[in-house]
């Protein structure tokens, strides 16, 4: 019997963009109306299983100071499960974009950090963001991971050195804690 791994080769590679947009704006959804409340980041890394496509996310982390959060990308896996695949990572800014960070003359980002995008560089994920407006960013780092033959693979050189800006994604996540 071939290993289980084996058996989705083929729909490895599949990636929707846009199911991937959805599933972190739900995580988001759940998550910035507290961090709004709180003032403290939260995030976590997106899992994929490459068999069944299905998403799953690692547990939520609360950042210990202000203007920062330490999601597991560190981690043998990036946290994900065995046999899962992590495929971005998602965090909230509660604070105003503009504001002062902790650091001295450092600014709130009105989008992604330059730490944001490095780690996304880092570790091939997608990075998500949901400011305190409700907007939501989505931030591709140039160097991409795609997934051929259930193999997590850099992208090719060439098109590794087309920079991508941070893009502005028509969803809107929640703000307010449900009743
Ligand atoms: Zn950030």
Known sequence: MPDDADLCLDKASDFELATLDRYAKARLDEILPESIATGMEKGAVICRDPCSGKLSTTPVR???????????????????????????????????????????????????????????????????????DGSMWRYSPPVRVFFLNGVRTLQDESDARQAKEPVLLNLKVATKAKR
């Open 62 to 132: 609360t950042g210990e100071t202000k203007h920062t959060v330490a999601v597991p990308t560190y981690e043998p896996n990036c946290g994900c499960p065995e046999r899962t695949v992590p495929v971005a990572y998602y965090h909230t800014h509660p604070s105003e974009a503009g504001g002062q960070t902790a650091v001295p003359g450092a600014r709130v980002a009105s989008d992604f950090s330059d730490d944001d995008k490095d780690i996304a560089r880092d570790y091939g994920l997608i990075a998500y963001i949901a400011q305190r």
